[in-house]
């Protein structure tokens, strides 16, 4: 392309003087008619080359925007159907939502939703506080998940102003459509001795796509019966709400009903639907009571009129029922399949009343003694209060599990990176996704490096899991070995995402923490996960490779993230997004001369993994392909050679930088940055963090290694990163902890304590302390006493709020970001049972 253009700049300065050479009557003229001919066909033959340069160029970039877009052609990971109700019967039905409160669907591209709204009628004046998506900033809180095992039983309290909310849920196999399930909603006050006792409405809704097809029976006062449907994946199946009685009795308590039957109108419409359609036309009238004026649906009875053939069957349905009483009550709803009603040996019951409140109780016993098993926290002392928070922890990142299917946006790497080259993203193929999410109010989808520390937690509890997890995400791999970082799939997931995080660019990595379970995974011993790591080994290979290739650095060795921010003035430090530690100071000015050496340890990490897969999979040519590049990396004098800075007496990144920016107030601009002296150069980055750490945190380091013991002395040093609530992400000698990167973002990674790097250290720290060598016993009592102040404010926090929380403060321990975040924070769990 550069020497192109060069042609075309040259034949454009010699064509006017020949030119005007002919004019003048000078030579041009003598024999001009062959001289022009020989220049015609010079000319011909430049822009020929030109037309072939752009066209390869656009063929190339053509080339590079469809690779991006296509999936990888290994095959899958998991077995073909592996989310049906044939293949896995018992993982058909969950409550993979995790973005509304409580709610319930199945693993299909087209699922058939449940869901539950309440509303505490007359609370407030005007519009009401109608709660279904969990939200950072509705005031509802605390919430989560008592107990949930991630398969067929959960408890979630939620604490709704003067309104204690308790959802359950129960499954029961049989038959072949995954079986049959029951829930309990049960409305409590929030204090006893409540005087006037809180009118409350729960809404019951089913939401088709357009495939089922739902029937209602309607009783007496707009009361459903039933609803029967039936469906290709689910075959005949019935919903039951069942009548309402006090917490723990039979009898049923007076209740007002409401229908509401339309069209569906998207899902992530479907609270504005039913919010604006409330109206105050109805009462409640309990015999002998004074009625009670409430905000009702005013829907239609006459469901023949929406039958088959009628409004809605395209687009699907959108079917509810509003139930209104005094508190306290419970409700049951009841989900029956009709192939397992028909196809059991013993005699079919139903799943409510006392035979659900035993199945719940047996489910809850199982969970416990399945916990103290695993985790053995009872076993190691902890107190009841601190495995309560153990059984929450795993609780709510189980809870927090959903399966999404879609189409997200990707920008395909055009192979310059900074080329003004205008590519539109484009729409990747539709693809299902079972991962746990972050924070069901704030983080609501799949996040790449998020979902590696999840599995460790869920891997501990059960195996099979965490191979259906990372099978789904080793299926999003595209033709060039890429996976997007963020997973925004279907259109609940991408009504909560903001506009400029929508699209992922093929170019821009993520930490591989996949490989952290699957470094597990080889040590197990379980057959079906050697099974699972046969079928995975050629996407793991093909997604490794494409790492350590694309992000490789300036020098043989290095690597650098690609995706880097701009330097822009208002920009205290680019953010380094790709690497999932946004703000952490990197070198002042990005250029491609950087070498990150957090991307260099995660790299030497894979190349460890899948090397030792390799060989335990007899997969000689990848072995031998890899194993050098494992050696190379693994030889401390590389390492030093690239990144340890005897200025700094740590290892640190390098690039062109300066520490003498800052933000400065220049109406009407607002902050700005100000680069003062000394100018940037080409220097270690002096960002003491944990970045820093890296080498450690990743085990990469010999026992005996002399770069050890200065990394345990800052490790240790209140100065730097030690902090009474666990190691801070950047220490406070840092001239930029606890700095705003602009004028509207606050600190994020510069200073606040983080429980997944946390873990980390723990790990390393226990790792080094029970190998011989000169530091064996400074890093037992370092982890030690770091555990002690990891898992003790954790737990006052918790105690505190009722939440996880995404960070915490290192200056006064009290949570931070958003909540609950039952991430990567319930890896205190492991913590507590020292599972590292």
Avoid at 199 to 211: E, R
Avoid at 257 to 262: E, G, L
Avoid at 278 to 295: C, D, I, M, T, V
Avoid at 364 to 378: G, P, V
Wanted: proline share 8%; hydrophobic share 40%.
């Amino acid at each position: 392309m550069a020497r192109g253009e060069r042609r075309r700049r040259g034949a454009q300065a010699d064509g006017p003087r020949t030119t005007e050479r002919a004019v003048r009557g000078g030579p041009a003229r003598r024999g001009g008619e062959a001289r022009g001919s020989a220049w015609r066909a010079a000319l011909g033959v430049v822009v020929l080359s030109l037309a072939l340069g752009l066209s390869g160029c656009w063929l190339l970039a053509w080339h590079r925007a469809r690779r991006a877009v296509t999936l990888h052609s290994a095959p899958p990971a998991l077995p073909p159907d592996s989310s049906s109700p044939a293949v896995a019967p018992d993982l058909f039905w969950g409550t993979y939502r995790p973005h509304v409160y409580f709610g319930m669907k199945t693993r299909s591209p087209k699922p058939l939703l449940t869901g539950l709204m309440w509303v505490q009628q007359g609370a407030t004046p005007g519009t009401p506080k109608l709660r279904h998506t969990c939200e950072q900033g509705d005031g509802v809180g605390p919430y989560g998940w008592e107990f949930h095992d991630g398969l067929s039983f959960g408890r979630q309290h939620i604490q709704d102003g003067a309104l204690r909310l308790t959802t359950e849920f129960v499954k029961r196999p049989g038959g072949q459509h995954g079986g049959d399930w029951s829930w309990r909603v049960t409305v409590e006050p929030q204090t006893s001795g409540t005087s006037t006792l809180p009118l409350v409405s729960l809404f019951f809704y089913v939401v088709t796509d357009g495939k089922e097809v739902l029937v209602p029976e309607v009783g007496a006062k707009g009361q459903l019966k039933f609803i029967s449907g039936h469906s290709s994946e689910l075959g005949d199946f019935r919903f039951t709400l069942m009548a309402p009685t006090n917490p723990g009795d039979t009898a049923p308590k007076y209740s007002s009903y409401n229908v509401f039957w339309s069209s569906n109108p998207g899902l992530p419409l479907l609270t504005e639907m039913v919010k604006s359609r409330l109206n105050s036309w109805f009462q409640h009238r309990p015999p002998g009571a004074s009625p009670e004026r409430y905000l009702g649906l005013p829907g239609s009875l006459k469901w023949e009129d929406k039958g088959p053939s009628g409004q809605g069957q395209g687009q699907g349905q959108f079917l509810i029922q509003q139930v209104t009483l005094k508190v306290p009550f419970s409700v049951e709803l009841v989900f029956e399949s009709g192939s397992a009603r028909a196809g059991g040996s013993q005699p079919w019951e139903q799943l409510a009343g006392s035979l659900l409140t035993r199945a719940l109780e047996s489910h809850a016993d199982t969970f416990r003694e399945h916990f103290e098993k695993t985790f053995q926290l009872k076993g190691k002392g902890l107190s009841p209060e601190e495995q309560a928070l153990g059984q929450a922890a795993l609780s709510g990142l189980l809870g927090g599990i959903g399966y999404f299917y879609g189409q997200g946006l990707v920008l395909a790497d055009m192979g310059v990176e900074g080329s003004e080259q205008k590519v539109d993203p484009a729409l990747f193929p539709p693809v299902p996704l079972f991962t746990a999410v972050p924070s069901r109010s704030f983080f609501p989808r799949g996040f790449l490096w998020d979902e590696g520390f999840h599995q460790l937690v869920v891997q501990r509890w059960d195996p099979r899991i965490t191979r259906e997890v990372l099978g789904h995400w080793l299926g999003l791999l595209n033709a060039d070995g890429w996976i997007g970082r963020e997973q925004v799939l279907g259109d609940e997931a991408r009504a909560r995402v903001p506009p400029e995080f929508l699209v992922q660019r093929a170019a821009h990595a993520n930490p591989p923490t996949l490989l952290l379970p699957i470094a597990r995974m080889l040590e197990s011993g379980d057959p079906a996960d050697f099974a699972f790591l046969r079928r995975a080994f050629p996407r793991l290979r093909a997604w490794f490779s494409w790492l350590y290739k694309s992000q490789a650095g300036p020098v043989p060795l290095s690597y650098r993230w690609r995706g880097r921010d701009p330097a822009l003035p208002t920009l205290l430090n680019p953010k380094t997004l790709p690497s999932g530690l946004d703000d952490y100071p990197r070198a002042s000015h990005p250029s491609a001369s950087e070498r990150h050496l957090d991307l260099r340890c995660w790299v030497a990490l894979g190349a460890r993994v899948l090397v030792r897969l390799a060989e335990q999979l007899g997969e000689a040519e990848a072995a031998a392909e890899l194993g050098p590049l494992a050696a190379s990396l693994e030889a401390e004098e590389s390492l030093d050679e690239l990144h340890w800075a005897p200025e700094l007496g740590v290892f640190a990144d390098f690039g062109n930088h300066t520490r003498a920016v800052q933000l400065k107030p220049r109406p009407p601009q607002g902050l700005v940055r100000v680069v003062g002296r000394p100018h940037p150069r080409l220097q270690y980055v002096d960002a003491l963090g944990y970045v820093s750490l890296f080498p450690m945190l990743l085990r990469l380091l010999d026992p005996n290694s002399s770069r050890l013991g200065p990394l345990l002395d800052v490790l240790a040093d209140s100065r730097h990163l030690w902090s009474p609530f666990g190691l801070r992400s950047l220490a406070a000698s840092s001239p930029f902890y606890g700095q705003r990167n602009s004028e509207h973002d606050p600190p994020y990674w510069r200073g606040a304590v983080w429980l997944n790097v946390n873990y980390l250290a723990l790990g390393a720290l226990y790792h080094y302390g029970h190998l011989e060598g000169p530091h064996q016993a400074r890093a037992a009592k370092l982890h030690s006493e770091l555990r002690a102040n990891v898992v003790g404010n954790v737990w006052r926090q918790y105690q505190a709020t009722g939440f996880l929380w995404e960070q915490y403060s290192d200056r006064d321990g009290r949570g931070m970001g958003c909540r609950p975040f039952q991430g990567w924070t319930s890896l205190v769990l492991l913590a507590m049972a020292e599972d590292y």
